[in-house]
Every structure is written in structure tokens, then in C-alpha cells.
Nanobody, 123 residues
Framework: VQLQASGGGLVQAGGSLRLSCAAS????????MGWFRQAPGKEREFVTA????????IYADSAKGRFTISRDNTKNTLYLQMNSLKPEDTAVYYC?????????????????WGQGTQVTVSS
């Protein structure tokens, strides 16, 4: 299984970015997927996750109201729309495919991880 994240970049505070994560080598439509991030010097943290059909989404408090996770199972692709970005959102963002069908905030429930895409928000 390969997960290819893209869409990161440099944006000013208040701006928006849309991350994508394309899956290959495995049909991920039967599994939940999620986004995690890791800032320099910090541990990886949960951002958001979505159930296998997209009916359930969960968000970290830091992402609620600003980020939206979605998926297109026909394209085997996961998305993360990030609005009202803040400098504290600066991190490498990783997409992951779960071993479960239900959305989870716990990293150990994710079997496959992408390589990450850098998001930098300037003040």
C-alpha cells in the first residue's frame, strides 16, 4: 500500500490549503482514514479521521471549525481542507489508512502511512 500526500506549501495566516492523499496498491474504501501532523520538536498528533463511507468524522479540538476531512472512494483519495490557518498549524501532515472501518484518533489503529507533506503558515 502506498499513500501519497500532496498539497502542502507556504501560506499566510488566515489562508487556506487543501491536502490530498492518493492511495494505491490497496482499495482503502473499506477502511477509515485519517490525518495526523508533527511539528518540529513535538510528537505526532491526531488531526482528523473519517469512517470508511464518510458518514462519521472526528476532529481534534484544534481542527474543529477550520478543517474538513472528506474522501472520494471512487478515486481512492482522501482530502483535508484547511481554512483559517494559524502559525501553530505548521507541521508535516501525514495521511494514514486504518485497519478499522470506524474513525479513530489513535495512531496504533492505522496500518499504513504516507510520507507526509509540509505545511508552513507564516504570521
Amino acid at each position: 500500500v502506498q499513500l501519497q500526500a500532496s498539497g502542502g506549501g507556504l501560506v499566510q495566516a488566515g489562508g487556506s490549503l487543501r491536502l490530498s492523499c492518493a492511495a494505491s496498491g490497496r482499495t482503502v474504501s473499506s477502511y477509515a482514514m485519517g490525518w495526523f501532523r508533527q511539528a518540529p520538536g513535538k510528537e505526532r498528533e491526531f488531526v482528523t479521521a473519517i469512517s470508511w463511507r464518510g458518514g462519521t468524522t472526528i476532529y481534534a479540538d484544534s481542527a474543529k471549525g477550520r478543517f474538513t476531512i472528506s474522501r472520494d472512494n471512487t478515486k481512492n483519495t482522501l482530502y483535508l481542507q484547511m481554512n483559517s490557518l494559524k502559525p501553530e498549524d505548521t507541521a508535516v501532515y501525514y495521511c494514514a489508512s486504518s485497519s478499522l472501518s470506524t474513525a479513530s484518533m489513535w495512531g496504533h489503529n492505522y496500518a499504513y502511512w504516507g510520507q507526509g507533506t509540509q505545511v508552513t503558515v507564516s504570521s
